[in-house]
């Protein structure tokens, strides 16, 4: 059941930032500010730079701030599957109190005795999950407060990473002038908000195609099954353009937005655009088809370590095929070749939220979802593990819950930024224009100026 409130979602990314604001109301979600900026500091979707990546942080939490119309005090970051490891646990308790009625207290002091455990001094827990709790052997309870016993027990999952990692994240934050509510691993975030109960039931795989790397996550019996980071992205796409057409960065990432096609087949033979070309005078002629296959050859590379890895795990037969999001996954034809390649259904998800329906919110988006459908157990849970909470002397914990934003007036604003005037391709730009909320319509009419086109194209923005 969701949470009535605000809840802030930050995506630090390798090539963009995009911070989500949303709030539920009769668990209902409704987004109230979104926005994307450049990102900086960041490699491989890790922060390097905690200074350059906090600047940026800041810059697009304004933007959303302004859109919005409130104030934004916490956010819920996103952490990458980078050197993620998942493992089993399980806890015992007595219940000690007089009633023998289990309490917050209980909760709090069995999932401390799960996540006891030696570990590694590198490693750190980043969240654990609760699974099931067993009261006197009755197994498969989910919220056991309020029940008697005189025994509990919990089986649940412990997800830990790189402590420097982590570290750096949380400094990043701070330094951006935020506080941290939850560090949300993406690909478990993402996997509940793409797939549906039946599909994380019997199983399924969701690929996210990023600016800078590819993230693949499968779920089986409600639980990450695999998850893995594949270092290259829609930016590899582009420099792979810029490289063979021997254009610039700019140009070449207009190309692949106004003519890109991700399956040679679909694309035309006959129709060609003007390309300024390093070092030739004139403009060269060059074919959609031809560029297609530029942009087939990367995508099918990454779709093959894939494929490759699904199978030697297993998953690649899951009943519920594969899921693409990102902003890597609005090239036409990508589910076409997926389908190729894996020889599976595949499918675009694409957020059905009024302003953002392009995949490459979806990161962002679930991230708020994962924070507003956060439990009151798994608030207990996550107090425990991070040491978030006081003990009274007698009674039941105490923890502070934690506001997304502060508001500083009635949040009717639609989502609907202006547009932003874009620099026109064949020049290289430090800023990052904003990324269409909407999947843009690749054009039937091929005739006109290419300038034209990526103008008509970058235009057209949130609705």
């Not at 969701?2 to 995506?11: H, K, M, Y």
């Not at 009755?138 to 919990?154: A, H, N, S, V």
């Not at 129709?271 to 088809?289: A, H, L, N």
């Not at 608030?379 to 007698?394: D, I, K, S, Y």
Request: no cysteine; charged share 20%.
């Amino acid at each position: 059941m969701a949470r009535d409130g605000f809840f802030t979602g930050l995506d630090i990314g390798t090539s963009s930032i995009k911070v989500l604001v949303a709030e539920y109301i009769n668990e209902e979600m409704n987004v109230i500010g979104v926005s994307n900026a450049k990102s900086a500091g960041v490699k491989d979707g890790i922060v390097v730079d905690i200074e350059a990546a906090a600047t940026a942080i800041k810059k697009a939490i304004d933007q959303a701030e302004e859109k919005a119309g409130i104030s934004i005090a916490t956010v819920n970051v996103g952490l990458p599957a980078s050197l993620l490891k998942i493992e089993p646990t399980q806890g015992m308790i007595p219940v000690t109190n007089e009633t023998k009625e289990i309490t917050d207290m209980d909760v709090v002091n069995v999932v401390e005795s799960a996540v006891t455990k030696s570990m590694n001094p590198d490693r750190e827990v980043i969240t654990f999950v609760p699974e099931e709790f067993i009261v006197d052997g009755f197994q498969g309870i989910r919220d056991p407060r309020g029940m008697m016993g005189t025994r509990l027990e919990m089986r649940g999952l412990l997800y830990t990473g790189p402590r420097t990692i982590l570290h750096n994240l949380r400094k990043t934050v701070e330094r951006a002038g935020l506080k941290l509510d939850n560090i949300v691993i993406s690909p478990l975030a993402m996997s509940k908000s793409v797939l549906n109960e039946g599909e994380r039931e019997f199983g399924a795989t969701v690929i996210d195609m990023g600016g800078g790397q590819t993230t693949v996550a499968a779920v089986k019996n409600q639980e990450l099954q695999f998850t893995h980071i594949y270092q290259e992205g829609g930016e590899y796409v582009t420099k792979d353009i810029s490289k063979v057409l021997r254009t610039s960065q700019a140009t070449a990432e207009g190309l692949k937005m106004n003519y890109g096609e991700a399956y040679p087949s679909l694309s035309s033979a006959h129709d060609s655009f003007q390309v300024d070309v390093i070092g030739e005078v004139e403009p060269v002629e060059v074919t959609e088809k031809y560029l297609a296959e530029i942009i087939s050859a990367r995508v099918r590379h990454i779709f093959d370590q894939v494929k490759q890895n699904l199978e030697r795990h297993h998953l690649l037969d899951l009943p519920g095929g594969i899921v693409i999001v990102g902003g890597g996954a609005i090239l036409p034809g990508i589910v076409e070749l997926a389908q190729e390649i894996f020889e599976v259904p595949v499918k675009l998800f694409v957020p059905n939220q009024i302003g953002i329906r392009n995949p490459a919110f979806a990161n962002v988006i679930s991230l708020a979802e994962y924070a507003g459908n956060m439990t009151e157990v798994d608030q207990l849970a996550q107090a425990a593990v991070h040491g978030e909470f006081t003990r009274p002397q007698q009674g039941t914990i105490a923890f502070r819950p934690k506001a997304a934003v502060a508001p500083v007036q009635q949040p009717q604003v639609q989502v609907s930024p202006e547009p932003v005037q874009q620099p026109q391709p064949t020049h290289t730009t430090q800023e990052l224009p904003e990324i269409d909320a909407e999947i843009p319509v690749k054009k039937e009419n091929t005739t006109g100026k290419f300038g034209d086109r990526v103008r008509g194209l970058l235009n057209s923005m949130f609705d």
